[in-house]
């Protein structure tokens, strides 16, 4: 009997520290953290945001609460105006803005690509709402 008690005791304290580890880790799938630099990744976060012919997932990349870069996932953008969008550096817009100044920031759309930049602007505040509600 005492050696049953043991070892269910020593199971209890097994999924205690695995279920303490899990916690502790910096990566949920959405957001990773590494040497300081944390890692946005909306595909989950904006699955119902649509550019012109699907959505358009972003990986946003924050170092002491500024944004460092952004860039695009694999999306199924129409190629012609998603490249028009990144050629007018939408994704640049943000670079070196505090979090804060990102968020508040007003960012106008690339004529000709309204409906990707449309969905990378409201990708990039899914992002770093996250961001902040989760660092």
């Not at 119902?48 to 953008?77: Q, W």
Request: overall charge positive.
């Amino acid at each position: 009997m005492k050696k049953k008690g043991i070892i269910t005791l020593l199971c209890a304290v097994v999924i205690c520290v695995a279920a303490f580890l899990i916690s502790c880790t910096n990566d949920d799938g959405v957001m990773s953290k590494k040497k300081g630099v944390y890692t946005v990744n909306t595909t989950t976060l904006s699955a119902n945001v649509k550019g012109y012919n699907g959505p358009t997932p972003l990986l946003i990349t924050i170092k002491n609460d500024r944004i460092v870069k952004i860039e695009a996932l694999e999306n199924t953008e129409t190629p012609g105006f998603f490249k028009r969008m990144k050629d007018a550096g939408l994704l640049n817009k943000w670079n070196g803005m505090t979090v804060d100044q990102a968020l508040a920031a007003k960012v106008d759309v690339v004529a000709g690509a309204t409906y990707s930049s449309n969905a990378v602007i409201e990708n990039v505040r899914l992002g770093l709402r996250y961001y902040k509600d989760h660092k």
